[in-house]
């Protein structure tokens, strides 16, 4: 079955960190970009010779599916310095279209899963799947009464990702803990569950265990396949663990 591009126009642009852009967008074809959270888009575009490449990147658009397909299409874009797909990404003006594919991929929440809690890890642009997923999480919270902990690991502050809507999320749900582990420097007045060190260092303090726990884990390929093997080694086993690893490519 052949992949048929479709237009995407954007309608705002912010930053989230020093060198990473949220993006809004909206498809200029009529039709909605109905996804399941977790999933990611490719964007089609071409190097300066002419050669067409395309970059995947994970949809961080929070919206009810139970509302129906959602219009916006909402994206974060790690800028590379000298990258083909950041030069096409800063240089985009409001108004301005890119071709776009998909959703495509299967990190996604599971209608069947019967686990009474999720561990969420990620580092960097990896966390954006979870913020699709607040929605579904928020349900899941209210009807079967499961806990949720996002450990989510950035060098700075200025670095975390959505970590305004995480923590009005875990503000506003109490099985929801939102645990930011910073490797370079903690904010002033931090959180109590504000973390110095990578991720992988404070997932043993959540205790993970196979009989309760669906941990999915995204973004650097490191931190994942240490906390994949640390999460098998306290019994999970792997349909228990999923895993998406994040590359910047240029």
Do not use: W
Not at 146 to 167: M, S
């Amino acid at each position: 079955m052949a992949i048929v591009p479709f237009p995407l126009k954007l309608v705002e642009r912010r930053m989230l960190a020093p060198s990473v852009g949220h993006y809004v967008f909206l498809r200029d074809d009529g039709q909605p970009l109905d996804f399941i959270p977790g999933q990611f888009i490719q964007v089609h575009f071409q190097y300066a010779d002419g050669t067409a490449t395309k970059r995947s990147y994970s949809l961080a658009t929070i919206h009810d599916h139970r509302l129906g397909p959602g219009e916006a299409v909402e994206i974060a874009v790690s800028y590379v310095p000298g990258g083909a797909a950041t030069a096409l990404f800063e240089g985009l003006p409001p108004g301005g279209h890119v071709q776009a594919s998909g959703p495509f991929g299967r990190f996604c929440l599971m209608p069947n899963d019967h686990n009474q809690r999720y561990l969420l890890i990620a580092t960097g642009t990896g966390v954006t799947p979870y913020r699709a997923m607040l929605p579904q999480l928020a349900q899941a919270i209210a009807e079967r009464g499961i806990e949720v902990v996002l450990l989510f690991g950035a060098r700075t502050p200025a670095e975390l990702l959505y970590g305004e809507d995480f923590r009005a999320f875990a503000d506003a749900h109490p099985n929801f803990r939102f645990v930011p582990c910073f490797s370079r420097g903690l904010p002033a007045n931090p959180h109590p569950d504000v973390r110095q060190g990578y991720v992988q260092q404070h997932l043993a303090e959540f205790a993970p265990d196979p009989a309760r726990d669906i941990a999915y884990l995204c973004g650097n390929p490191d931190m994942v396949d240490t906390c994949f093997e640390a999460l098998k080694a306290a019994g999970l086993p792997i349909p228990q663990v999923r895993r998406e690893k994040y590359v910047s490519s240029k």
